[in-house]
């Protein structure tokens, strides 16, 4: 049997990897012999297979996760302030003080047990995150956890301050219905009304905690990469081949790097059900949000209450934590991983359509598209595929390394155009009309030898044919 065959009109040339047997029948195509794994060098390790657990649990991640982000922060700050001044222009005037609605009743359960005690579950689940996630990537860095602890102290701290203030401006302003009462205290204990500028503690509360939410998740954005950085920065520590590619986990000292894939796999359920738990409290903080603008306080006192919570975390988030001598923001650890662009610092003018086609490409150092966090192999070839099927002729010019001679080319037709619109001009200046027809009649005739021209007309345009004036 042929050891080799070869099909007409074809370059395909199917070879056999055996030694021929008369009794065997040669296969047209076998792999050579497998690569044992410690041959393999300058291969990354592939991810491990997923189940369809966890897929499911990682769309419920993703959808609290577009629960707390899906919406830019600056966006959720005018709703804020906005809407309860809106609302609360409206519920003035179509909400009755007496409505007996459940929602209207002070003494509700959810009123007693979730408003009232809203701190309370903020910082048990919002502490719980922080120290999971901190725990994990300090690497057994203590400083880094107590930073996370103090940033949640400071936290509680205002919140407590600011409430203070609040109730002390009440006492300050009010009175009783009995003027011989002159504390609240005594007033409300003795059955009668305080009237004071009661500014709404829980309009500062509610929206407070939830931008304390929105700012502390960030640690959990880029978690599900770790995983990535522990699996090649393990076959790098591995591998003993000179050529090694750095990870983010490069610098991690072997005790730190040991305590981070160990506490990673273990922490990471528990911080993904925080995570969502952070979620399902932002949509209920929103929801006592509207009853109390609805049915509490007057306009002002919860406007006032709302801004005073606004500028709290600008100050705390924008400002204190971005200095040197803070605990630091969310995620700031021995290594990078979290994702996050603020928008204030990304406020830039829109790019042209040039501009957009030269960022749209994909080059080898980008990082691969991702959908729930799982790479997209497959759409970066395509998405480079179909950009150069949509290159324009200019943009061709310019990968082909035509681009500086077409500059050239451009800038000499410009040169030729702006010599020829001067030229232009300059006839322009001349009379217009009869005087024009007159003038080139004239030159006519002197050209054929009938009659001289005149000084003015013919003359003029005999020069300017024999001898252009060039700038």
Request: hydrophobic share 40%.
């Amino acid at each position: 049997m042929p050891v080799a065959k070869k099909k007409e009109k074809s370059k395909i040339i199917w070879t056999s990897t055996v030694p021929q047997t008369p009794g065997s029948v040669a296969m047209k195509f076998r792999p050579p012999k497998e690569t044992p794994k410690e041959c393999t060098k300058g291969k990354l390790p592939c991810a491990e297979a997923v189940s369809v657990q966890q897929v499911i649990l990682m769309m419920i991640v993703h959808i609290c996760r577009k629960v707390i982000y899906g919406l830019d922060v600056s966006y959720r700050i005018c709703i804020y302030v906005l809407g309860v001044l809106m609302i609360s222009v409206v519920s003035d005037y179509k909400t009755s003080s007496t409505s007996k609605s459940f929602w209207a009743n002070p003494n509700n359960f959810l009123n007693q047990w979730f408003v009232k005690m809203g701190w309370f579950w903020t910082v048990l689940v919002v502490g719980s995150f922080m120290y999971l996630t901190s725990h994990t990537y300090s690497c057994g860095r203590f400083n880094i956890v107590r930073n996370n602890m103090v940033r949640l102290a400071i936290a509680t701290g205002v919140w407590f301050s600011v409430t203070s203030l609040f109730n002390m401006v009440e006492q300050k302003s009010g009175m009783c219905d009995i003027t011989k009462y002159n504390k609240k205290d005594t007033c409300l204990a003795s059955g009668n009304y305080w009237k004071g500028f009661d500014i709404s503690g829980h309009c500062f509360l509610l929206i407070f905690s939830n931008l304390v939410m929105l700012e502390e998740g960030k640690a959990y954005l880029g978690w599900e990469r770790i995983r990535d950085f522990l699996r090649n920065e393990e076959h790098r520590r591995m591998n003993v081949d000179q050529d090694k590619t750095d990870t983010p986990l490069t610098k991690l000292k072997n005790e730190e790097f040991l305590h981070l894939r160990n506490e990673f796999p273990k922490r990471t359920p528990y911080v993904r059900m925080l995570f969502c738990m952070m979620a399902i409290l932002m949509i209920f903080w929103d929801f006592m949000l509207l009853i109390t603008v609805l049915y509490f306080h007057m306009m002002i006192e919860k406007v006032v209450a709302s801004a005073f919570a606004v500028l709290t975390w600008f100050g705390l988030y924008k400002f204190f934590y971005a200095q040197s001598l803070s605990p630091g923001l969310p995620g700031d650890g021995p290594f990078k991983y979290v994702v996050w662009k603020d928008p204030v610092s990304n406020l830039n003018r829109k790019p042209c359509a040039k501009h957009k086609a030269a960022e749209a490409k994909w080059s080898s150092k980008d990082e691969v598209p991702k959908f729930m966090g799982m790479p997209l192999y497959a759409l970066k070839d395509y998405k480079e595929e179909k950009i150069k099927e949509d290159l324009t002729e200019e943009e061709v010019f310019y990968m082909n390394g035509l681009g500086a001679k077409r500059n050239s080319l451009s800038t000499m037709s410009s040169m030729d155009r702006l010599v020829r619109g001067r030229q232009g001009s300059i006839t322009d200046m001349r009379g217009s009309g009869r005087g024009r027809s007159r003038s080139q009649s004239k030159s006519r005739i002197a050209i054929n030898g009938n009659k001289e021209p005149s000084s003015n007309g013919g003359g003029k345009n005999r020069l300017n044919h024999a001898k252009p004036v060039h700038f």
